[in-house]
């Protein structure tokens, strides 16, 4: 195996190193936390759904803990597996993840966490977050040179 370094007499810039850990996964964190904020405010001050539990209620009309806490971690593990996967496998395991979501979504309601609106359809949930974490995975593997 053969190692090249930097010569230190050229003009060219070395290659900056590619963030590793955690750290490879703060930006998709960071965007899926935004997004997921203005998603939330937008559905709610459209009247499309509401958070009757929530913290904070006095002062935001969303579930502030889930857009700025869960969904960032949560983006973590599955970015990881994502990242394992190949091919066709990816767009197979984002529409078990949006399923599985649309039902969370389901029991949250039967807990009181989470009310729609009467034209509300659970296959709004499953397509958004089909786009949601489609949109996200893109932007991870770009922001790390991986597509």
């Given at each position: 195996?053969h190692t090249?370094?930097?010569?230190k ?10 963030p ?7 930006p998709?964190?960071l965007l ?8 939330d405010l937008?559905f709610?001050?459209k009247?499309?759904?509401s958070?009757?539990?929530?913290p ?5 009309t969303i579930?502030i803990l889930f857009?700025?806490a869960?969904?960032p971690?949560f983006?973590?593990?599955l970015l ?6 190949k ?5 197979i ?5 949006s399923i599985a979501?649309a ?6 309601e039967?807990l009181g ?5 009467e034209?509300?359809h659970?296959?709004y949930t499953f397509?958004?977050?089909?786009l949601f974490?489609?949109l996200?995975?893109v932007f ?7 597509r």
């Amino acid at each position: 195996m053969h190692t090249v370094k930097h010569l230190k007499g050229s003009s060219s810039q070395p290659l900056p190193k590619r963030p590793s850990g955690i750290k490879a996964y703060i930006p998709a964190m960071l965007l899926a936390s935004l997004l997921g904020t203005y998603l939330d405010l937008y559905f709610t001050g459209k009247g499309m759904y509401s958070f009757p539990i929530r913290p904070f209620s006095g002062i935001f009309t969303i579930n502030i803990l889930f857009t700025l806490a869960v969904l960032p971690i949560f983006m973590i593990p599955l970015l990881k597996i994502m990242e394992s996967l190949k091919g066709r496998f990816r767009g197979i395991f984002v529409l078990a993840i949006s399923i599985a979501m649309a039902a969370a979504e389901k029991i949250a309601e039967s807990l009181g966490m989470f009310v729609h609106a009467e034209n509300w359809h659970h296959l709004y949930t499953f397509t958004g977050y089909c786009l949601f974490i489609g949109l996200i995975a893109v932007f991870h593997g770009w922001m790390n040179g991986n597509r």
